[in-house]
Every structure is written in C-alpha cells, then in structure tokens.
C-alpha cells in the first residue's frame, strides 16, 4: 500500500519531475504505512505487555499524527529543502491508510484513543486478503511495464472498494442467518478466512457459547459451551491480578473458563473462542495459583500444542 500511494502521489506534477522529491515521498509512505505495527518490538518484552499495546495507543489519533511528523521530520533532516508539507501529507495518509485497513479485520484496533478504549474490529476481512494483495501486486507490475500509477492504482482502490462493500454485505447475510438460527443471540464474532466461502465463527447466546464454521453461507457448529459467568472467589480474583491474564481478559471479546485441580496448585485458563483451529484453541491465558492464593506461573498468546504450553508452565521445586 505504500508503493500504491507513492504512486499515486505522483499525481503532482512536481513529484513526477523532481526524483530526489518522488523517492522521499515513497520513503515516507512505505515507512509510514508500516509504522503503526512498530509496536510488534514490545513482544522482546512479554506477550502481556505486546498483547496490552499492539495495535493500542500506536494506531491513535495522536500518534497517526505523530508517526507523520516523525518520518517526514526525518526525511527533511536527510535531505533539506524539500517540501516539508507535501511530504508529510502522502506519509500521514499511509500511516491513516494502515490504521483503517486494521479496523476490517477480526483482530482490531483501539483507533479512536483517547476518546475510547474500546476494539474496534469488524471481521469482514482477512489480515492477509490474498485479492488486496494480488491486487496490488498487479498494480506494481503494471507500473513497472509503464502504466500510469495515478490511473492504474486508483482504478485498483475503486475495486478494493467494491471488495470491501461485498464482504461486508456477505458479513451481514452471515449474521442475519444467525439470528434466525439461534434463540437469544447477544454476541456475534466473524472472523473472515483467506478463502472467500469460509467463516469462523463464534456466538454467544443468553446460556451458550457456540463455534461454528459457516462454508458458503451453511453454519456448522463444532462446539458449544455452557455459558458460566467467572466465579467471584479469592482464586479468581488472583488470577485476574497476574498480568498476562489481565492482558487477555483487557483483550479478548469472547473467551470461556476452566480450572484443573493438582496437588499443590490450581491451573485456571481463559480460552479464547474466536480463533479455532484444526480443533484447537490456540489463543489461551494459563494461571497456576498454590492453595494460598500465590501465583506459580503464568502465560498467555498463541500457542498450537498442550506440550509447547505446558513446557511454558513448567514448575520445578513448588
């Protein structure tokens, strides 16, 4: 996306003439449509802290604008003289292209901090859409065989459009099936796959959890829960206390509960629900509390086998 709108700025005649200034816009709208995930380097921390901010206060409102001001500001230091203000409006527009394009898929974005906390992710499309993808691909090769970029992309982001209005109309047949099916529907989550026909789903009634998978509009649940609320006892209070769990439960929008007694600690997971895969759920936050109420050890994220989990959880001398 930011080679497209590096193209496409060469809609000013001034950037289509002058090289020096054509490459510092493209500089500044490939390294501003990546910006926002700069975030993913807090994962050398732990998998709270990334899991608590990725995709959090790095895709707001303030630092769209920061991110900006950042890149060109570099940009201009690089190489002075240049347009400061033209510059900075294609990388903004990256950086804003970046953060919107989050908000389609079933993961999300805090996008409207400060003024709201709250995720914003409307699953309708897929956080690698092969057609986007391809789409831009093309654009690309178009342009190196000598295509007009300003035509050539903006034709190509007119039918990314109509794409995006399609999967949203598919979303919204999808979820009007589900509440005819379903008795007291309260909670529909989509998650879009990278083909066309298949959903995962997960939906939360007034006493059920159910997954179900649709596949060209058919719904097949492949599981389904007793909807408990989580007790409220000192255990669970501890474990609401350990930081990967809280970072789970600030995250995840639908998620059931279990705990497993041992001999000398309780194991308490949180799974979450959306992200079936191959009859697993990898998406989990795993407390192991002693019997007075102190915290073993702990873990959440993605995580594929009941081994690799429990090599995490591993606890030597209790």
């Known amino acids: 996306m930011g080679i497209a709108l590096g193209g496409i700025a060469t809609v000013d005649p001034v950037i289509q003439s002058n090289p020096i200034f054509f490459t510092a816009v493209m500089a500044g709208t490939i390294i501003g449509s990546h910006a926002p995930d700069f975030d993913t380097i807090l994962k050398l921390k732990n998998n709270a802290v990334y899991l608590r901010h990725h995709r959090g206060i790095t895709h707001s409102i303030p630092l769209m604008i920061f991110w900006g001001i950042l890149i060109s500001g570099l940009i201009y230091l690089l190489v002075p003289g240049l347009p400061f203000l033209n510059i900075w409006i294609w990388t903004a527009l990256a950086v804003f292209l970046h953060v919107v394009v989050d908000i389609f898929n079933a993961y999300g974005t805090q996008a409207f901090r400060p003024f709201s906390k709250k995720w914003i992710g409307l699953g309708f499309i897929n956080t690698f859409d092969p057609f986007i993808f391809s789409a831009h691909l093309i654009g690309i090769a178009l342009w190196v065989l000598g295509a007009d970029p300003v035509k050539t992309f903006l034709t190509i982001y007119v039918l990314i459009f109509l794409y995006y209005l399609k999967r949203f109309w598919q979303k919204k047949v999808l979820e009007r099936k589900i509440r005819l099916s379903f008795y007291n529907v309260e909670g529909i989550f989509t998650s879009p796959t990278i083909s066309q026909k298949i959903w995962r789903l997960a939906i939360t009634t007034e006493d059920k959890f159910y997954v179900a998978r649709a596949n060209d509009g058919n719904i097949q649940i492949v599981d389904q829960f007793d909807r408990m609320p989580v007790p409220n006892n000192e255990l669970m209070r501890t474990a609401k206390l350990d930081p990967n769990v809280d970072a789970f439960l600030s995250f995840s929008k639908v998620y059931r509960w279990e705990q497993t007694e041992y001999d000398d600690y309780t ?18 936050a795993v407390v192991n509390i002693t019997k007075e109420f102190k915290i073993l050890k702990s873990y959440t994220g993605w995580i594929f086998s009941e081994q690799k989990l429990q090599d995490k959880l591993l606890i030597e001398d209790l």
């Open 267 to 284: 194991e308490v997971r949180f799974i979450d629900l959306r992200y079936r895969s191959k009859d697993h759920y990898p998406f989990v």
